[in-house]
Every structure is written in C-alpha cells, then in structure tokens.
C-alpha cells in the first residue's frame, strides 16, 4: 500500500490546517489510519487514529482541537486541526494496519512520507 500525506503548512496560532492522507493499493476500508507527529530532537508521538469500523482515539494534546476522519469512498482519511499552537509543529505522518487502532508507531505497517506543519507565534 502507498500513503500520501498533503496539507502541512505555515500557519500562526489559533489557525487551522487540515492535513490529508490517500490510500492507494490495499482495501482501505478495513484499515486503522493514524497520524503521528515527531518534532526536531523528539520521539515520533501518536496524535489520532480511526479504526475501520470509525471508533477514534485521540492524544491528551490534541483533544478538542484536531478532528480525525475518513471517506472510504475516496480511499483517504483526513485530520482537521483547529486552535493550533507552536507546539504542534511537527512532521505529519499517517499510517495505516489492519482494522484496528494502536498508539505505538512500530504496530504500523504502511507509513506515507509525512508533511511539515508549523505553527507561528
């Protein structure tokens, strides 16, 4: 399977992205997306993940803020990140496995090549 993460960018605080991620190659519908992030000189950190049947898992940092969804239809999953702060700058990762969601990243099979957000002060 090939997974395509778009929609990083430069944004101040308080702003939104909204970070994509196609699926390509597999049947997506019975696969657990993830994002991950890892900062400079930090550990890669789960984020959110939807399982195959919608469940969602969310990390403390990111609760009420980012949204983790996915359109089977269109072999995608997206995360809406809303209230953004300078410490959600990152690298984004998606991931994918089968059916359910894990938060260690080594349980993830098929990585995309991430996509760079940062937040301004």
């Known amino acids: 399977v090939q997974l395509q993460a778009s929609g990083g960018g430069l944004v101040q605080a308080g702003g939104s992205l909204r970070l994509s991620c196609a699926a390509s190659g597999r049947t997506f519908s019975t696969d657990a997306v993830a994002w991950f992030r890892q900062a400079p000189g930090k550990e890669r950190e789960f984020v959110a993940g939807?399982?195959?049947?919608?469940?969602?898992i969310y990390a403390d940092s990111v609760k009420g803020r980012f949204t983790i969804s996915r359109d089977n239809a269109k072999n995608t999953a997206y995360l809406q990140m809303n209230s953004l702060k300078p410490e959600d700058t990152a690298v984004y990762y998606c991931?994918?496995?089968?059916?359910?969601?894990?938060?260690?990243?080594?349980?993830?099979?098929?990585w995309g090549q991430g996509t760079e957000v940062t937040v301004s002060s």
């Open positions: 991931a994918a496995r089968s059916r359910f969601i894990v938060t260690p990243p080594m349980a993830y099979e098929y």
């Open positions: 939807i399982s195959w049947i919608y469940s969602t």
